[in-house]
């Protein structure tokens, strides 16, 4: 039996599995030099796919591979032969725990991203309920210690004051405030903006025409 | 001939774990029958979610190398081609992703459907890639298939039908036939080759040079 007969019958062994590891070693490096047990794998698989009715049924199927340049295998080789894919043995001997199986970039990386960007926000939003939880059982409550905080400093007076239109209101006086307006008069009846500007309340002190 | 089945048990002493360690041992040659086998699954993947044939050809292509670099990361978990189907889908997605991105796109390399399910209903309409020529060559193909499985010894026939279209396993076909294993290997080699006779002219006129 020639060479490529026999290469034939090992291809034909592979393609239904019956090949041990030490066989289909040495068939792999025959075939280097061999295009027609190669062809012979291809058409085993395109009968195959016939035969299973997986060809030809539909216009898509029938000739998706007819579709391909007929350099698409020789373009691709030389592709391969570029890439620089990590020898399994190798790995192994020399990192034991192989660290750069794990930097290597998995083909649906750009969704364990965001399975990691999603699990992140998850323990952000934990930590901030969490934080929020921890703030109202404690003795000094957020609530408790703005409402300490926004209690009138010692001689501010509560004063009230007529408005337009018979209205009363309450408004806060605060004679530190009334001093420091005293003493910079000159810039009372002014924005900082120098314009006017109706959306700002402007702090004047009259002294005693009040 | 009795219609094949159109739905399939997988077949039995799958080669493609083999193939896969080879093929992170360093064995590109291992890779590329990867290739050959699953090629047009791929395409036919890709044709359905992009139109334009020059694309089918770069998303197969980009597929198939993204595949390399991770095959490590194939555990065996799964099939082969569930963890190829993954990586084929992304490519395309990503594909069409860069093209609509692309003020210069071709629109019409665009499918306008999110349709990546193999199994989905397929236009009738050719796409851009089909020409009459390719589908008068795809039918072609498969009637040569036919045509050579009708010839065959009644044997060799039942052999290959077993194991082709039923998917029984090399020691259920001995006992199915009667017959010793090595028997049933002899049968389906011959029966392979018979048929391999009548297909590879056709395939290598249609598309040249494929290895």
Not at chain 1, 15 to 29: F, I, Q, S
Not at chain 2, 79 to 108: C, G, H
Request: glycine residues 6%; hydrophobic residues 45%.
């Amino acid at each position: 039996m020639d060479r490529m007969l026999e290469n034939r019958e090992l291809i034909s062994d592979l393609a239904d599995g019956r090949l041990d590891d030490a066989d289909a070693a040495m068939l792999l490096d025959q075939m280097s030099a061999d295009d027609d047990a190669a062809v012979s794998w291809e058409v085993y698989h395109l009968s195959r796919d016939v035969l299973r009715g997986e060809w030809g049924t539909t216009t898509v199927a029938a000739d998706a591979t007819l579709g391909l340049s007929s350099d698409f295998m020789a373009r691709l080789r030389t592709r391969l032969a570029d890439e620089q894919i990590e020898p399994l043995a190798s790995l192994s001997q020399a990192l034991p725990v192989t660290p750069q199986v794990l930097r290597a970039e998995a083909a649906n990386q750009p969704l364990f991203r965001w399975r990691m960007v999603a699990g992140l926000a998850s323990v952000v939003a934990v930590a901030a309920v969490g934080w929020g939880l921890m703030g109202q059982q404690g003795p000094g409550r957020l609530g408790e210690q703005m409402a300490i905080n926004s209690v009138p400093p010692s001689g501010v007076q509560a004063v009230t004051v007529s408005l337009p239109g018979d209205e009363r209101a309450v408004m806060l006086r605060d004679p530190r405030l009334d001093e420091l307006l005293a003493a910079h008069k000159q810039a009372a009846g002014a924005s900082a903006l120098q314009t006017p500007a109706g959306f700002l309340r402007n702090a004047t002190f009259e002294g005693a025409s009040r | 001939m009795t219609q094949p089945p159109t739905i399939l048990s997988p077949a039995p002493d799958d080669s493609d774990l083999l193939l896969v360690q080879r093929a992170v041992e360093g064995n590109q040659r291992a890779f590329e029958l990867l290739v050959l086998k699953y090629q047009r699954r791929v395409a036919r993947l890709v044709a359905r979610m992009v139109r334009d044939s020059d694309l089918v050809d770069d998303v197969v292509q980009e597929t198939f190398i993204r595949a390399y670099r991770a095959l490590h990361q194939f555990r065996g978990e799964a099939q082969f081609y569930t963890w190829l189907y993954r990586i084929a889908v992304n490519t395309a997605k990503k594909a069409l992703v860069d093209l609509r991105r692309n003020p210069v796109m071709n629109e019409s390399a665009l499918r306008g459907r999110d349709d990546d399910d193999e199994t989905s209903p397929v236009s009738n309409e050719l796409s851009s890639d089909e020409t009459p020529e390719t589908v008068l060559a795809a039918k072609e193909i498969g009637e040569a298939v036919n045509s050579a499985m009708e010839a065959l010894p009644e044997d060799l026939r039942q052999a290959v039908t077993l194991r082709e279209i039923e998917g029984l396993s090399y020691d259920e076909i001995a006992e199915v036939m009667n017959c010793p294993i090595g028997t049933v290997r002899s049968r389906i080699f011959r029966a392979r080759e018979a048929i391999s006779a009548k297909v590879k002219p056709l395939l290598t006129n249609q598309t040249g040079k494929r290895w």
